[in-house]
């Protein structure tokens, strides 16, 4: 059930620019700022104080230096996983279950005709949000609801960081009609605990796959017609 009587009408270039937003803050995305600022305003998906938290944040990542902003990325969503932005890792963890529902998002993708680039996880929430903005938008917004309690627990957690990050968590519940409140969170483990080295052969596991120095960017590949085994460059 949506919490708002009016949804709106377009917002596929808004979920595209929070995809953006949440990607480490390179050379490319700092480039692409003032363009993803003005996308907002056009579109108009997004009003109110929850664009003006957005554009702050927009604000700040073109002012403060590279470096500063890159070690606040790092710091938020690749330490601790409160805060990380894989999905599943909040739900299945390492565990194997998390491997097939991996599959299950890929097919997903593939049925709208849309590639993975090699190397990009299907449930970074990027990669999720430049999805949905590929659907229509109640399609986009149904799709985004099933993933809501997810989201919840990331907002909650980046706004008991203090982050300006939390804006766009906010956002995208509100674009999927839910409201953006903190919930309960479990006690996060210690760092050395949380991020210790796997077993070899213990199952699927991402540990260790997100670097500082190796920002992962989004590229969704639409199928060429007749090509279908086609892989994006």
Sequence with gaps: MAFFNTAPRRMA????????????????????LPAIAQALVDEGALQGHRLTEV?????????LPALRTEAEYVELFDRGRRTALHLF??????????????????????????LLTDGELPDHLPVVLEYASTQPPEAA???????????RAIFTATLDRGSPYASLLAAVLELAGERAERVQLPPEPELDEAWAEPEAFGGCSTSGQSRPDQPQPIHIHRKAAGDAARHAA
């Design 89 to 114: 890792e909040h739900v299945h963890g390492d565990s194997r279950d998390r491997g097939p529902a991996m599959i299950d998002l890929v097919q997903t993708y593939e049925r709208a005709g849309l």
């Design 55 to 63: 554009q702050a944040l927009i604000e700040r990542l073109i002012k």
């Design 141 to 151: 917004r149904e799709f985004l609801r099933e993933l809501a309690h997810i989201v």
């Design 13 to 32: 270039h808004t979920l595209r620019a929070i995809a953006w937003l949440l990607r480490y803050p390179d050379d490319e995305l700092r480039a692409a």
